[in-house]
């Protein structure tokens, strides 16, 4: 039995999923985001770190002399992509949960990228010695991240609920 023009269960529901896109459920967060935003961001990083980075370590002069290609060429990528990744992956995670209050896109995509090239160059600083021989790769193989994990936030913007 209803009253009039009261509206159904499932219209009452349809409403509730509406209003959780688009408010977040902690009124502090101003910026939510979901699983899918951080896997489409990974997937973008995971596509565009390896070459250029590969690049940048065949270049290496101690490196380069001792690479012969086969199955380097998709396992070395791949080995970048794990060795990198994982530690990268991780602080961009809590980059982002850090993030929540800030409402400008600008300034997380800034953020990202600045915290995804000084996690490969502390690894990079842990792994090899820094010498001139090595400044190619300690230069490149950060700024490589940095532009990827850009490229992946911007790609993920889309699916980012920002409150009002």
């Known amino acids: ?42 997937l973008v990083w995971v596509v565009v770190f390896p070459v250029p980075a590969m690049v940048f370590m065949v270049s290496d002069p101690t490196f380069g002399d001792g690479f012969d290609g086969g199955l380097a060429v998709i396992g070395a990528p791949i080995g970048l992509a794990i060795e990198f990744g994982i530690p990268s992956a991780a602080t961009i995670l809590v980059a982002g949960l850090l993030l929540v209050r800030v409402r400008r896109q600008w300034i997380h995509v800034v953020v990202i990228a600045g915290v995804s090239g000084l996690t490969p160059l502390l690894l990079l600083l842990a792994l090899l010695p820094f010498t001139s021989e090595h400044a190619f790769v300690f230069a490149g193989v950060p700024l490589t991240a940095a532009v990827a994990a850009a490229l992946g936030r911007v790609a993920a913007t889309p699916l980012v609920c920002v409150a009002p």
């Open 1 to 42: 039995m209803t009253w009039g023009n009261e509206p159904t269960l499932a219209q009452l529901a349809a409403h509730e999923r509406r209003q959780r896109r688009v408010y977040p459920r902690n009124p502090r967060h101003k910026v939510t985001f979901g699983i899918g935003a951080f896997a489409i961001g990974a």
